[in-house]
């Protein structure tokens, strides 16, 4: 997938925002400065935590190392902070904090197409969608039975509803960010694509760790 930077809502602030406009729950986090804003983001909401890169410039942060994940106390996280810091080649790079959380990965978007009008899309996440592609579609704005429905077509339904050893997760939690980002496609004209990934679903809750809004 391809982003034309210039278009893209990089603001954080503006696409936290956007997002609680339509309800869609987002995993704590908080633009932090300096290594004293993230230890107080960590005693405030607990361990443990990831740290990213913040920059418009850097789409996938994963592959360059921008991204730090399970850091469990206050030691790993300097040790972490100095290999982002190191990565940014600077001091003065933002960097995101999030309290990290645990369950299943999905990816939610959406995009207005040329010829179609506006197109919801649900997958697995992770290695999922990159190997087996396994990805539903619906025109939006979707009703209740589609967000149904495009949860069981995909192949791997099964992992989400507690296969072997794993925990079921909350369905009723992804239809209702399905809906609401059909209704967000929908109503919000000036948005090109949205791509929610990765989002963890558990057996409570459901929460968008990463988000990417073209406009």
Known sequence: MRYNILNMLSDFESTKKLLSKYNIPQVKANIVKDIKQAILFS??????VVLKIFSPKIIHKTDIG????????????????????KIAKTKKTEIIIQKMVFGE???????????????VAFGLGGIFVEILKDVSFRLAPITNKEAKEMIDEIKGNKILKGYRNRESVNLRKIEEVLLSISQMISKEYQIKEIDLNPVIANKKDIFVIDAKIIV
């Open 43 to 48: 005693r405030q909401n607990g361990f443990p």
């Open 66 to 85: 921008g991204v730090i994940i399970d850091i469990k106390n206050e030691k790993d996280l300097l040790t972490s902070w100095q290999k982002i810091e």
């Open 105 to 119: 990965q999905i990816i939610i978007g959406a995009k207005r197409d040329s010829v179609f009008g506006p197109i």
